[in-house]
């Protein structure tokens, strides 16, 4: 007899349990805050999951880089600690080098045109390249494109670049690109930026105007310049632990809320970049709006030569062809 009640009390409490799994919490990681286009991409997630999974699904957002930075946080989601995350590329291709492909400079020519590459198979192909990574490309959300904040000169030709201590992403060619306009680059990961930028640890920095906007960045940045020099992607991505344990139903509601965060940092940085750039003057910034781009380009010229051979040559070449 008592062989039966204990059978039946693990039997319940399994059932228990699978109920309990039922109601299932992931995370969701970025580093902006909750009110930018990165955010707005993880409440369109979020939102999409809740309503596929009739709530037995709750996608927790992390927003302002509660989870680490975003080197940290793609760590995570190789061993497990971090579900999901929505990523620029900067730290990606130190994992994924496919993914350096999409860093080079003045590479893309517009949003359009990103969005048409990213979109299409250029894109798919980098996604999958994720998963030997252990990670799951789920979609192609935005950044945008990046340009530079200082607290020292107004930058209007390259050789205002020189000596300027600048932080960058974690991406060697980024790193590059600064060094060969004759900047000192510094890479770090964003969650120490603000404070390195309060403290005069470094000069300035690089990042779209919607993330200039987020955090407020008059308040430690005196000068910004238009030079548009990377498109930004930001990744959604999800840990192959946990995609591993979503069944085909699943899979395919995580990937259609993907492409809603996608859909909804596009519409937010379309909707709110020259209004950002408005704010950045109302609040005392000097904006140069525009460069000798080709100046820039030429300037930058060695990135290319020093790593396209390294970096997956042919999807640079496939992605500049895509857009003739
Ligand atoms: O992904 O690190 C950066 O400059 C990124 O643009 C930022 O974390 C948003």
Do not use: C
């Not at 945008?144 to 930058?155: A, D, L, Q, Y």
């Not at 930004?232 to 965060?261: C, H, N, T």
């Amino acid at each position: 007899m008592k062989k039966i009640a204990l059978l039946t009390t693990l039997l319940a409490g399994a059932t228990l349990g699978t109920d309990a799994l039922a109601q299932r919490t992931m995370n969701l990681a970025f580093t902006p805050p909750l009110d930018s286009h990165y955010g707005d991409a993880g409440r369109a997630f979020a939102d999409r999951i809740d309503s596929l999974s009739d709530g037995e699904i709750n996608i927790a957002l992390k927003p302002s880089g509660a989870l680490g930075g975003e080197r940290d946080v793609i760590e995570g989601m190789q061993i497990g600690t971090v579900e999901l995350a929505i990523s620029s590329t900067g730290p990606i291709g130190n994992f994924v080098p496919e993914v350096y492909a999409l860093d080079f400079p003045f590479l893309f020519k517009s949003y359009d045109s990103a969005h048409e590459v990213l979109d299409g198979e250029i894109g798919q192909d980098i996604l999958d390249a994720l998963q030997p990574a252990g990670l799951i490309g789920l979609a192609w959300a935005e950044n945008g494109f990046r340009h530079v904040t200082n607290s020292t000169r107004s930058i209007e030709n390259p050789e205002d670049f020189k000596g300027l201590k600048l932080r960058t992403m974690e991406n060697e060619v980024h790193i590059a690109a600064f060094q060969a306009l004759g900047a000192a680059p510094t890479p770090m990961s964003w969650t120490e930026v603000l404070t390195s930028l309060q403290q005069g640890t470094i000069d300035g920095q690089e990042n779209p105007v919607p993330i200039i906007t987020a955090n407020s960045m008059w308040e430690m940045q005196d000068y910004a310049t238009l030079t548009s020099h990377a498109y930004s992607p930001a990744a959604v991505v999800m840990s192959e632990i946990y995609w591993d344990q979503l069944s085909e139903k699943e899979k395919g509601w995580f990937r259609e809320a993907a492409k809603a965060a996608a859909e909804a940092s596009r519409e937010t940085v379309a909707n709110n970049e020259q209004a950002g750039i408005e704010r950045m003057r109302k609040n005392g910034m000097t904006v140069v709006e525009s460069i000798d781009q080709q100046a820039f380009e030429r300037a930058v010229q060695p990135v290319y030569d020093q790593y396209a051979e390294r970096y997956a040559p042919e999807l640079i070449e496939r992605i500049r062809a895509a857009q003739q």
